[in-house]
């Protein structure tokens, strides 16, 4: 998820989308599979017997193999508000990749043409496969590069233990406290490109659960300015920040729930932008694995919700 966050994130298609990745990285941490857990008797390994950083490598390795969610496939509900409105739509995942169409804009059903309108494109999609796999490939593409974030982040950053901080108030008190890690640029880490420069002026605090050591909060802040190409690319403001929250949809298959940001950026010299952005999913269904043609018609023969 933390990927496909990647890929609507970085929609603008350039350096108004690096931060958005960065964070989509960071947030790649609320998808962990199981790190370490646990001797074979099921009873948690004591966290804090090992270093902090333990936990990023871990977690950075687990997370790359979940990125492709190999053989589970969920349908769901994602609900976007940003500089384009509010706007939910009905996502399917599909080996080759996600399908989805706007079911409501602004909490309401679409008019007719709305509807008429987003089921000519779905159709396109059937008709014309080709242009279709450059949207696909634009998503495996980014893919690739929050896979490549995610490995760095262990080394990016410095990581610690933060006992005695705030629980999170939805977290079961009988599941034991989560176990507190903060992260800070690692002032001897390089970035090895382009797309890695966010990393060095990203700081934030996650919340893991100490049984099954996934993350299930995390809030990452810009604490300082991030030049990108000496500035003339793009100069990101400091005082951005993110948040994220992960649930597991089932069978282990976790999932962003919910992630908030803001951003300041200046493009190219010329423009600054406040990007703002709120991404929320639910209604988690697992699907079989199918192809896109079989995904768009589902997509198709569903009602639209009555609002």
Request: charged share 20%; net charge neutral.
């Amino acid at each position: 998820m933390a990927l496909r966050m990647a890929a609507l994130l970085n929609r603008h298609h350039g350096p108004m989308g690096l931060w958005a990745v960065c964070i989509a990285a960071c947030a790649g941490f609320l998808q962990l599979s199981t790190v370490r857990a646990a001797g074979q008797d099921g009873s948690p390994a004591p966290p804090l017997s090992e270093p902090a950083r333990t936990w990023a490598v871990d977690a950075a390795n687990n997370e790359v193999r979940l990125v492709q969610h190999p053989d589970s496939y969920l349908r769901y509900r994602y609900h976007v508000v940003d500089e384009k409105g509010d706007q939910t739509r009905d996502q399917i995942e599909t080996p080759e990749g996600s399908v989805a169409r706007l079911i409501l804009r602004n909490g309401r059903t679409l008019t007719q043409d709305e509807d008429q309108a987003e089921r000519s494109r779905l159709n396109a999609v059937l008709q014309n496969p080709s242009a279709f796999a450059r949207h696909i490939k634009r998503e495996q593409d980014n893919k690739k590069m929050g896979v490549k974030l995610i490995r760095e982040m262990a080394d990016a950053f410095l990581w610690s233990y933060t006992p005695g901080q705030p629980q999170i108030p939805s977290w079961p008190v009988a599941s034991g406290p989560l176990v507190v890690v903060d992260f800070k640029p690692n002032p001897k880490w390089s970035p090895p490109d382009f797309e890695s420069t966010p990393l060095t002026g990203v700081e934030g605090r996650a919340w893991i659960d100490p049984h099954s050591r996934y993350v299930v909060r995390l809030e990452a802040s810009l604490t300082h300015a991030v030049n990108i190409g000496w500035g003339m690319v793009a100069h990101i403001y400091p005082g951005g920040t993110a948040k994220a929250d992960q649930v597991n949809a089932g069978g282990q298959r976790w999932i962003v729930q919910h992630i908030t940001e803001q951003i300041t950026v200046r493009a190219l010299l010329v423009k600054t932008v406040n990007q703002r952005l709120q991404f929320d999913t639910s209604e988690y269904q697992p699907v079989k694995s199918m192809s896109v043609p079989e995904a768009v018609k589902m997509l198709l023969d569903t009602p639209l919700p009555q609002h």
